[in-house]
Antibody, heavy 121, light 106 residues
């Protein structure tokens, strides 16, 4: 079954760190660029970052650069997002997503179910 | 960053109605636009890519049009299954950005 399953969310205190994971199955994970997107009631859908299929190329939203780190382990069919110095405004549902074709992600036809991160004192 | 502005933010229509949602980009994005449908508690689902191409399995009552800065998603003959929130997304340049969403009710 082709799917993405996120994990690692939860309730965390401000300034702590968190690592989110996304496990892929049912397709050749190492062929695809992968993306993290988050959704908040206030800001809606926000693109965070993408990583090339090899892991050598990474892009981040400027507003999030520095605190967010994307990585992948193709041997484990897994994508990761490490978030440092968490802020209340990082509270969101975090999705990993895959484009429909290999290459630079332009659209997303496969999404995980999302993992919820709540940052609160 | 390219700002994507959707209107209306919400609408209520009857079964069988034709519904139109617009998406305006803050600069020319050519044809680099996609549409998603999201139901409560679920991830967004790709509906239309590259302005007017229907994703596999999407009913033909959905259609997309536009270019440059002005885009439209049309639902011909609205059905109960179409309830949800619709988002446009540009991929002309990074960061990829989404519209604020249009919530469709019946």
């Amino acid at each position: 079954q082709v799917q993405l399953v996120e994990s690692g969310g939860g309730l965390v205190r401000p300034l702590r760190s968190l690592r989110l994971s996304c496990e892929a199955s049912g397709f050749v994970f190492s062929d695809y660029y992968m993306t993290w997107i988050r959704q908040t009631p206030g800001k809606g859908l926000e693109w965070i970052s993408y990583i090339s299929n090899s892991g050598n190329t990474k892009y981040y939203a400027d507003s999030l650069k520095g605190r967010f780190t994307i990585s992948r382990d193709n041997a484990k069919n897994s994508l990761y997002l490490h978030i440092n110095s968490l802020r209340v405004e990082d509270t969101a549902v975090y999705y990993c997503a895959r484009p429909p074709i290999t290459g630079t992600p332009q659209a997303f036809d496969l999404w995980g179910q999302g993992t919820t991160v709540t940052v609160s004192p | 960053d390219i700002q994507m502005t959707q209107s209306p933010s919400s609408l209520s229509a009857s079964v069988g109605d034709r519904v139109t949602i617009t998406c305006q980009a803050s600069q020319d994005i050519g044809n680099f636009l996609n549409w998603y449908q999201q139901k409560p508690g679920k991830a967004p689902k790709l509906l239309i890519y590259d302005v007017f191409n229907l994703e596999t399995g999407v009913p033909s009552r959905f259609s997309g049009s536009g270019s440059g800065t002005h885009f439209t998603l049309t639902i011909n003959s609205l059905q109960p299954a179409d309830i949800g929130t619709y988002y446009c997304q540009q991929y002309d340049s990074l960061p990829l950005t989404f519209g604020g969403g249009t919530k469709v009710n019946i």
